[in-house]
């Protein structure tokens, strides 16, 4: 017991310290408050935990056209997750990656902001929670709605983004530091994010697939671009 | 209430000091407390900040005559008569010594263990002025013997810790001995809980190298059982690692990860702990970066012990394996990766395994170590893949001889290359994919064999390989490079029937060939392709600042002495390459000169022009022939150059090494005689329409080649002007006679 609250102790005053990750993962650090106060209430042993933060058991039947389905959002990603560690982290749920929605938030780094679940049945949810528990708590999950889910496109692994592009980058110049990899070429347009301080331009880059968007990560990442250093992220 | 009149009346007299501030009106509501402020004048510009910093000193009044010493200075009451004498002998010390000598007096005292005489002389020595009347203003060297004095005299380390943050009151970074006295009062503490703060601290301000040498430390102090940070904390470092290229950090981090998952399912109820796959790639590439082994070793060791033998890794582990050991120049464990890869996804569909395992995208780092030094590497790669597909576990892999296929072509050893693609059916009895026939096509091709490419194309078709986009694109890669852009826009038209789409690169070397050929029909053809698949294919500026160049009107006037120079620049086409700086484009205008170039009156005419052919047929030249500065009309000037630019432009179509001898004469001489030339229709566009006489055109060719290896002689003139009729010749009338 001792061990799983030191390997679940998330360090406060690290995150707190850090303008970037605590700005940005605010509404993460909160939910695991709750989460990690919610688990230290409960004795690890119980078979079923109920659902943290207290919220109300709803009646989850949601008459659609191919059958009602549930809706949960996972939190306490980084950045580096991929669709396969969601999966592993399912596994058992009868899930799929089709199922996958990351959701990312548009200030400071893309990080992502969570992961939108589509259980196919409450069976399947309640098999996550159990999945969740058995793992070292160390992700929260909870409930949410079709409303949230249906807005999201999802990336599939297929798009990198390019992080830290001087002013006057263009798209020749990406294609240059892209060269040799599969992409598609009309698929390169340009963000424009709030970060700390200055705002910071971002190129979103669709791949041919997950193999060829992976390739460039390995291959491309911190990389220069008119002499500054690009980091690349491949959004799930 | 007396503090708000009192508050209130000072706000009064400042008003009247200074009318000129706008002062808000504070509410009136007794309940409400405000501190009263005195608005900011909006449009005055604020004092810069204080430029003295390095001193804690320079907070309080530190020019005043007095020693002001308060928390350090001695009791009015002397203690004893023993403590006066040497206190005050240190406060003299401390006002005479500077840096270098307090620093080699702390050398002696801490041979003499005279640590309490060490922490007083410091104390006062930062109070101190220095000779130039600055406070003294330690460096780290200096406030580590502090630290130690401290350390040895029982500081606790929380005390400890605070001496260390006050050392940015100095601007002092801590190093890693400042880290290592903290640490060594917290081993004699035994507080690890402290350790792990100093952790949090140094990983929050992003100082990874402190950070991994405090990790060392405490390894060799505590034998890694005080020190284990929480699974946040360690994935945390592992992206601040993985960010920054500290490849040390990330294999500590990973570590730690590695015990974690290990007490967690040794705990009851066992706790199943896994390490992103995600952070585990990031970890390879950084390791690749790096080219540090044991991160290597430590990543996949983790993730391995994540799966639990559950699953194959991610196939982009596997990829950043290959990669990170390609890298180290470490090829045998890249093909043992290769080999664990590819029976991991032995059973994965044909076409996702071809894209996995394709030497042209993600094996191409291994491509590229396997020719690191030319056919050296590649045939001992090839002989070691060789032996190895004879041993007791035969391992045979089509991916790898790819690669070395590919790798040869890479070097133009097309016959290493064939040599390679033959073997692959006939000593390892596989069967060549499709990546191995387009490898095979691409050396073909880049040794300007494009019969021999077409006719692979047609084997694989025939031997029922279905080609895909990189087979047509190689295809008409190898037509550029033969200069036939009309057969390279029958391979797209081919592509497209078999349903893939050209690419933008392919595009843009077709419709570059179709330039410097003037084909314009089939440049059309290439802009419509262009359009119809919706790719924006740009400019080619940076290509064309090579190739193209414009005789700027622009004639810069010079005085050199007493005489008046007119020179005239060439400049690169300036005229799309309006995205950049525009001022460093007119300093490149004002300062740009061509090779050669003589600035002289009347300069000497020098030969130095080079025409290079590359690999997808750009030709670079640049003439250097000097105008002969004159003092002519500047419209006289202007069609000079002209004529030049378009003559050049004509000997780009009909170069000379093509024309010998009299030929080049006679290619112009009918411009003697003739308005228009035969040569293009350029020649008649732009130019005026003169008659040049053959002396002319010699002499303008003069200009840029040496005329002497291209003149003619007056027999071959000859021969050339007087047409013969056949004769046999007198022998053979002799032979009939006999």
Redesign the interface.
């Known amino acids: 017991?001792s061990?799983?609250r030191?390997?679940?102790?998330?360090?406060f005053?690290?995150r707190a310290?850090?303008p970037v990750?605590s700005r940005n993962s605010l509404p993460f650090l909160q939910e695991s408050r709750k989460c990690l106060s919610t688990v230290g209430e409960q004795p690890?042993?119980s078979p079923s935990p109920p659902p943290p933060g207290g919220s109300p058991a709803e009646e989850v039947k949601k008459p659609a056209s191919e059958g009602w389905k549930l809706y949960g959002k996972f939190s306490g990603?980084?950045?580096?997750?991929?669709r396969?560690?969601v999966m592993?982290?399912l596994?058992g749920c009868n899930v799929t990656s089709h199922d996958l929605k990351f959701s990312y938030m548009r200030g400071g780094n893309l990080n992502p902001a969570g992961v939108y679940v589509q259980f196919p049945s409450r069976s399947s949810y309640d098999s996550a929670m159990r999945a969740i528990a058995?793992?070292?708590r160390?992700y929260r999950l909870e409930r949410a709605t079709q409303s949230q889910w249906d807005p999201i496109v999802p990336y599939e692994g297929k798009v990198v983004a390019l992080h830290g592009l001087p002013p006057?980058a263009?798209?020749?110049d990406i294609?240059r530091f892209l060269s040799?990899?599969?992409y598609h070429?009309?698929s390169i347009q340009f963000l424009t994010i709030q970060g700390l301080g200055s705002p910071k331009r971002v190129a979103l880059v669709r791949f041919t697939?997950q193999?060829?968007a992976?390739?460039a990560?390995?291959?491309k990442?911190?990389n220069f671009l008119l002499n500054q250093r690009i980091?690349l992220q491949?959004l799930q | 209430m007396s503090s708000h009149l009192f508050l209130r009346s000072r706000i009064s007299l400042l008003r009247t000091l200074k009318p000129n501030h706008h002062i808000r009106t504070i509410s009136g509501t007794p309940s409400l407390y405000q501190d009263p402020q005195l608005a900011t004048d909006h449009e005055s510009t604020t004092l810069p900040p204080n430029p003295a910093t390095g001193s804690p000193l320079y907070q309080e009044n530190w020019r005043s005559p007095i020693p002001n010493s308060p928390s350090f200075s001695q009791s009015l009451v002397p203690m004893g008569f023993l403590n006066q004498a040497p206190a005050a002998r240190i406060r003299a010390l401390s006002e005479t010594l500077d840096m270098i000598s307090l620093l080699n007096m702390f050398a002696d005292w801490t041979a003499s263990q005279r640590w309490s005489d060490m922490k007083q002389l410091f104390e006062f020595w930062v109070r101190s002025l220095d000779k130039n009347g600055k406070p003294n203003k330690p460096d780290v060297n200096l406030y580590n013997h502090y630290l130690r004095a401290n350390l040895m005299m029982g500081a606790a380390p929380s005390d400890m810790l605070d001496l260390v943050a006050m050392m940015d009151d100095f601007s002092v970074a801590p190093n890693t001995a400042s880290y290592n006295l903290v640490l060594k009062a917290m081993h004699q503490a035994k507080e690890t809980e402290v350790a792990e703060?100093l952790l949090?601290?140094c990983?929050?301000?992003g100082r990874t190298d402190t950070l991994v040498s405090i990790i060392e430390r405490c390894k060799s102090l505590d034998r890694n059982k005080s020190l284990?940070?929480?699974?946040?904390?360690c994935?945390?470092m592992a992206?601040v690692a993985?960010?920054e290229?500290n490849s040390k950090l990330a294999f500590y981090a990973f570590e730690f990860m590695y015990n974690?998952i290990n007490?967690?399912e040794m705990?009851r109820?066992s706790?199943?702990?896994?390490v992103?796959?995600?952070?585990v790639?990031?970890a390879?590439?950084t390791a690749?970066?790096t080219c540090n082994p044991t991160l290597i070793d430590g990543s996949w060791m983790i993730l391995k012990r994540s799966?639990r033998g559950?699953?194959a890794a991610?196939?982009?582990a596997y990829?950043?394996k290959i990669?990170a050991y390609a890298s180290l120049g470490n090829l045998q464990k890249a093909f043992v990766a290769l080999n664990e890869f590819e029976n991991a996804y032995k059973d994965a569909e044909k076409e996702?395994k071809e894209?996995?395992l394709s030497p042209f995208?993600?094996l191409?780092?291994l491509v590229v170590a396997c020719s690191k030094k030319g056919f050296e590497t590649l045939d001992e790669v090839y002989f070691q893949l060789e032996t190895l597909s004879k041993g007791d576990t035969p391992y045979k892999s089509v991916a790898a001889l790819n690669c070395i296929v590919l790798g040869c072509a890479n070097t133009w050893d097309l016959d290493r290359a064939y040599q390679t693609f033959d073997a692959i059916s006939a000593s390892f009895g596989l069967t060549p994919n499709i990546d191995s026939y387009n490898a095979l096509i691409y050396a073909f091709g880049k040794v300007k064999k494009t019969p021999e490419a077409t006719r692979v194309y047609s084997h694989l078709v025939g031997e029922g390989v279905k080609p895909d986009a990189r087979t047509f694109s190689l295809l008409v890669d190898a037509h550029l490079i033969n200069r036939d852009p009309e057969s390279a826009l029958t391979v797209i038209d081919d592509m497209i029937k078999a349903g893939f789409e050209p690419?933008?690169e392919t595009l843009k070397k077709l419709r570059r060939r179709c330039i410097r050929e003037l084909d314009n029909e089939n440049d059309d053809k290439v802009e419509s392709l262009a359009k119809k698949f919706?790719?924006?294919m740009?400019?080619e500026?940076?290509r064309n600042m090579l190739f193209n160049m414009d005789y700027s009107r622009k004639l810069l006037l010079r005085k050199e002495g007493d005489s008046e120079n007119i020179s005239s620049h060439f400049f690169w086409d300036q005229r799309h390459d309006t995205?950049?700086n525009p001022k460093l484009i007119e300093e490149r205008e004002g300062n740009t000169k061509m090779g050669g170039r003589n600035d002289e009156v009347g300069g000497d005419k020098e030969k130095e022009k080079e025409k290079e052919e590359e690999q997808d047929d750009m030709s670079v030249h640049s003439p250097c022939k000097a105008l002969p500065s004159s003092a002519s009309s500047l419209s006289k000037e202007q069609s000079q150059v002209e004529l030049e630019l378009t003559f050049l432009e004509a000997l780009e179509i009909y170069p000379p090494v093509k024309l010998r001898g009299n030929y080049m004469v006679s290619c112009f001489l009918p411009m003697a005689s003739r308005d228009t030339s035969p040569l293009c229709s350029l020649w008649s566009d732009g130019v005026s329409r003169q008659k040049f006489s053959a002396d002319e055109v010699l002499q303008l060719l003069d200009r840029f080649y040496n005329i002497e290896m291209l003149k003619s002689d007056d027999e071959e003139i000859d021969i050339l002007n007087h047409e013969e009729d056949f004769t046999l010749p007198p022998s053979y009338f002799d032979k009939e006679e006999q």
């Not at chain 1, 990603?77 to 991929?82: A, D, G, P, R, W």
């Open positions: 017991m061990i799983i030191n390997a679940i102790r998330s360090s005053s690290l310290s850090d990750i690890p042993s990603f980084s950045k580096h997750t991929l396969s560690d592993n982290i596994e058995k793992k070292g160390l006057n263009i798209i020749e294609d040799g990899c599969l070429p009309g697939s193999t060829q992976m390739n990560y390995i291959t990442n911190r980091t491949v | 703060k949090n601290s990983v929050a301000k284990c940070p929480s699974w946040i904390l994935t945390y992206e993985t960010q290229d974690w007490r967690g705990a109820p706790v199943l702990l896994s992103d796959e995600g952070l790639v990031s390879l590439a690749a970066r799966l559950k699953k991610n196939p982009a990829v950043a990669n996702v894209e996995m995208t993600s191409y780092p690419s933008k919706q790719i924006r740009g400019s500026n940076r995205t950049r």
